[in-house]
């Protein structure tokens, strides 16, 4: 079955990196796209960006760009995003995603990851 | 960036009866609006696409109807399980979400 899963939750200090990692299972991995978001408590999703597993390309929203990478290691079938810089208002459930063709929906989705900034 | 807004915030709501929750978008989104429902400590799960596609698996007892920036999701008589946050998404210009709608119990 369609399985994406993610990397543990991480305590970092302001102006710290954090990179967390998103395996999917279950189906061929360049197959589909996936796409990060992140949640604060309370809030809704918050769309970060896509990478396409087949050949790398990304698309990050505008008040990431330069904070964040999303990467992809094909020999391993798995995403990564980093985000760099980090700040307190950061601190959010970090998601990722699988794209369905046609990119109207996110049909699987990891377990999150909850990052933490503070000092 | 195409901004979603959905309303109200909280509908509180008797089981077994009718629930309509909006969305709205900055700018048209045509029919490109997508559906999702999350539980505390889950991840959003994926209701209905095109406005009014239910995904596979989806009760019928869930509709959307609407199209450029007015979109409704309609759950037609509620369930235990359906008290949740139901969130809609934009997929016209790349992906963005609204801030959601808590569906309680009355």
Not at chain 1, 7 to 29: D, I, L, N
Not at chain 1, 54 to 66: A, S
Not at chain 1, 71 to 87: F, K
Request: proline share 4%; net charge positive; glycine share 10%.
């Amino acid at each position: 079955q369609v399985q994406l899963v993610q990397s543990g939750a991480e305590v970092k200090k302001p102006g710290a990196s954090v990179k967390v990692s998103c395996k999917p299972s279950g189906y061929t991995f360049t197959s589909y796209g996936i796409t990060w978001m992140r949640q604060a408590p309370g809030q809704g999703p918050e769309w970060m960006g896509w990478i396409s597993t087949h050949n790398g390309n990304t698309k990050y929203v505008q008040n990431l760009q330069g904070r964040v990478t999303m990467t992809r290691d094909t020999s391993t079938s798995t995403v990564y995003m980093e985000l760099r810089s980090l700040r307190s208002d950061d601190t959010a459930v970090y998601y990722c995603a699988r794209v369905v063709p046609g990119d109207w929906g996110f049909d699987f989705w990891g377990q999150g990851t909850l990052v933490t900034v503070s000092s | 960036e195409i901004v979603m807004t959905q309303s109200p915030a909280t509908l509180t709501v008797s089981p077994g009866e009718r629930a309509t929750l909006s969305c709205r978008a900055s700018q048209s989104v045509r029919s490109k609006l997508t559906w999702y429902q999350q539980k505390p400590g889950q991840a959003p799960r994926l209701l209905i696409y095109g406005a009014s596609t239910r995904a596979t698996g989806i009760p019928a007892r869930f509709s959307g109807s609407g199209s450029g920036t007015e979109f409704t999701l309609t759950i037609s008589s509620l369930q235990s399980e359906d008290f949740a946050v139901y969130y809609c998404q934009q997929y016209n210009d790349w992906w963005s979400f609204g801030q959601g709608t808590k569906v309680e119990i009355k």
